[in-house]
Nanobody
Framework: QVQLVESGGGLVQPGGSLRLSCAAS????????VGWYRQAPGKQRELVAA???????VYADSVKGRFTCSRDNAKNMVFLQMNSLKPEDTAVYYC????????????????WGQGTQVTVSS
């Protein structure tokens, strides 16, 4: 069983930055790929970034160049650095444990954190 806990959300002005963290309480967390999803009110949950076990990353077009995903396998942590935030980035952000296939497509398992709210507003 993989338990995930997100933290680091909050209220930030447009153009600001936040760093989200995802802590995992499982041995061998490093074997999992991790995906960051977000869900805005009235919208479907969408994948914004994913990182595989060796640190290769993929990003949604909407966040490329602004968001950076990284991991510290020794600490069972994954991070999402979000820069140049826009109001449309406002959402609940979730981390997920899964796998990355041979085509760099992220495949989620049913391991989700509780989410952390990110609000971008002046």
């Amino acid at each position: 069983q993989v338990q995930l806990v997100e933290s680091g959300g909050g209220l930030v002005q447009p153009g600001g930055s936040l760093r989200l963290s995802c802590a995992a309480s499982v041995r061998a967390f490093s074997v999992y790929a991790v995906g960051w999803y977000r869900q805005a009110p009235g919208k479907q949950r969408e994948l914004v970034a994913a990182i595989n076990s060796v640190g290769s990353t993929v990003y949604a077009d909407s966040v490329k160049g602004r968001f950076t995903c990284s991991r510290d396998n020794a600490k069972n942590m994954v991070f999402l650095q979000m820069n140049s935030l826009k109001p449309e980035d406002t959402a609940v952000y979730y981390c997920n444990a899964g796998r990355m296939d041979a085509y760099a497509n992220y495949r989620p398992y049913d391991y989700w954190g509780q989410g952390t709210q990110v609000t971008v507003s002046s």
